[in-house]
């Protein structure tokens, strides 16, 4: 797999899974199961270029299923007992590889220790160049180091929530939103940002200066692509 060119990396974990979520593969996706994930990618058909963690989360099937896989599937064993989450691990194989987006799914809901450390491994990405969203039930999670920006799809009347993880988030501007915001200062614990909604098809946030989390959440019944 040395010569193979991957442009986004889509990593399933263990955690809250919603099938409907999983955008149609690309050519050059790379596919990692951090564990238990192998489950929710073989659900929807999707067979991994990767598979490791300790696998203690694995049915009698799927483990039986890695027993017999096929060669060009690469499978790492890690103990138990271990300094980073299968989740970090299978991210820091995505960005070991040179992709340069990545999309986690199974990483949202359950556990919120569990939830939190995921979303810091968008900063754990972005310190590498690398743009990281946690892709959940009607609801994505992105995170923004300024000068940043990024850009939002959905429907009108789809939640939008901007909450910063520096004391202060400077510069942020908004369009596409019902409420807009222009070279605006947010602060850490101040709920200013939460629950925006989009009033067009597509918006954009940009930042200035700050780390800002960005969590869209769907009214209806489509995640946007």
Known sequence: MGKEFFDRALVFCN????????????????????????EHAMSVGIEPHVVLGDFDSLSG?????????????????YPIQKDK??????????????VR???????????????LGNLL????CLGRGVAMQLVGHRQ??????????????GRPGDYVSLLPLTPTV?????????Y???????????????????ITAQAKVEVRDGILVVIGTERNNELPS
């Open 140 to 153: 994505y999670v992105r995170m923004l180091n300024g000068p940043d920006s990024t850009d939002l799809r």
């Open 170 to 178: 400077v510069g942020v501007t908004t369009t596409g939103l019902y």
């Open 15 to 38: 955690g809250e899974f919603s099938p409907e979520s999983v955008p149609r593969l690309r050519a050059n996706d790379l596919v990692i199961c951090a564990d238990g994930g192998l």
């Open 180 to 198: 807009p915001l222009q070279e605006n200062t947010l602060y850490l614990g101040d709920t200013r940002g939460l629950s925006n909604e989009l």
């Open 85 to 98: 989450t299968d989740g970090q691990l299978a991210v820091e194989y995505a960005l070991d590889t040179g």
């Open 121 to 124: 491994l968008c900063w754990l």
């Open 101 to 115: 987006e990545i999309w986690m799914f199974g990483g949202l809901g359950g556990r919120f220790d569990h939830t």
């Open 61 to 77: 099937a799927h483990q039986r299923y890695l027993n017999q896989a096929p060669t060009h599937i690469k499978i790492y064993e």
